[in-house]
């Protein structure tokens, strides 16, 4: 079994970087914000506020470093001297509406002052257009919550890791040793891990509030189908097989690492990883060539 430990709280922060500060940023929010959460957080304690020039709010590297949803917007950052940070603070088990919340009113504060919206959890800068819209009613990963990371050599063997999941009191998800014709059943083996994990990981807090230490099985059953999950969209195509995935904790690097999972063979696949990732999870995970329509909530 593996012992993970539930954070009392968590934080969900966002960065505005504009060029156009606000005097009063929560009163631009308060006129604008749709959710109803999103309204009470409002001046709680469970927001803070922070505005500061670029190179004072701590975020200028991460920012100068972050991906881009949309990578031709880049250049908006140019003249983008000010930061506005956004961050919530909720317990996991309020997860993740809170989070929801937080970003709607990054949103609304991003469109006030014609501003683009960084994710501090999922190291991206989410599209400029973002600011028009609204935070869906149903939750789903595909909106921009997760991201996943790739190193080495596409000849080589891949190194893949996720961003987002902490902000819901999970360890993100890593896999190692990828050989590169697999990289896309890695990243939806970990995209339909991490629905997995989150349901059960909710479910699990809504019947222990308050509790501090969960324990999991090491290892588990990854359901192709659950791609279809991860984007909130109906089954198209191959459904997928199920795959049983074997977890372990990354090893710590430093005092205060963050916890990571690092997913592959099952205990008894008696052969090296690559051939697991090539002749079960590339055979096992469905090829979704592009985002799928979402449903209708």
């Not at 083996?189 to 991490?194: G, P, T």
Request: aromatic content about 8%; glycine content about 8%.
């Amino acid at each position: 079994m593996i012992d993970l430990t539930i954070p009392e709280t968590v934080t969900a922060p966002f960065v505005v970087a504009t060029a156009h500060p606000l005097d009063d940023p929560a009163a631009a929010a308060r006129g604008r914000v749709r959710l109803p959460l999103a309204a009470e957080l409002l001046g709680s304690s469970l927001l803070r506020f922070r505005s500061r020039p670029a190179a004072e709010s701590g975020y200028a590297d991460l920012l100068g470093s972050a991906a881009w949803a949309r990578p031709e917007q880049a250049h908006l950052l140019d003249k983008a001297r000010h930061h506005i940070v956004i961050t919530g603070h909720a317990p996991p088990v309020s997860q993740p509406e809170h989070a929801q919340a937080a970003r709607e009113i990054a949103r609304v504060v991003a469109e006030a002052c014609e501003g683009v919206v960084y994710d501090a959890w999922s190291h991206q800068v989410l599209p400029h257009a973002f600011r028009f819209g609204a935070e869906h009613p149903e939750f789903c990963l595909a909106d921009d919550w997760l991201a996943t990371f790739v190193t080495g050599e596409e000849d080589d063997d891949l190194h893949l890791v996720t961003a987002g999941l902490h902000r819901f009191g999970l360890p993100e998800l890593e896999a190692v040793g990828v050989p590169g014709g697999n990289l896309f059943a890695a990243i939806t083996l970990l995209r339909c891990l991490a629905v997995g994990l989150l349901d059960e990981h909710w479910a699990w807090l809504a019947c222990n509030p308050g509790a501090r230490r969960r324990r999991i099985p090491e290892e588990t059953r990854v359901d192709g189908a659950d791609v279809w999950r991860y984007w909130a969209a109906e089954p198209a195509g191959v459904a997928g097989a199920p795959v049983r995935v074997r977890l372990r904790p990354a090893p710590p690097e430093g005092g205060d690492t963050l916890p990571y999972l690092v997913a592959g063979p099952p205990a008894g696949f008696d052969a090296p990883a690559a051939l697991w990732w090539n002749d079960v999870v590339d055979l096992a995970m469905p090829y979704v060539p592009e985002a799928p329509r979402r449903t209708a909530a």
